[in-house]
């Protein structure tokens, strides 16, 4: 699971477009410049400015907080007995 942010990120001045990926899971190493294939399920809010670094981050933790209640409720999970698998979304890049 994770959240995503796409846009400018008005905090940071941005002119090019970009998408940050926030991993939920804490993994022992990062996954800069990584291929990663991504499947979007809904959306948080919009893109926004900051007056401080630490409001943006304040933020960034609450859209993963906001995720993870999402993300557990019963509608979301897998079901393993389905004859539809993911194999598009693990198949090697």
């Known amino acids: 699971p994770m959240v995503t942010s796409i846009g400018y990120n008005p905090f940071y001045k941005n002119t090019v477009r970009s998408a940050e990926v926030h991993i939920l899971h804490k993994f022992s190493q990062d996954f800069y410049d990584a291929h990663m294939r991504l499947l979007i399920l809904g959306f948080i809010r ?30 979301w999970g897998w079901d393993k007995g389905s004859k539809e698998d993911a194999e598009w979304f693990v198949k090697p890049l």
């Open 46 to 75: 919009v893109e926004k400015d900051y007056k401080s670094l630490e409001a943006l981050i304040d933020d960034i933790n609450f859209d993963c907080e906001v995720a993870k209640k999402s993300l557990a409720r019963e509608a």
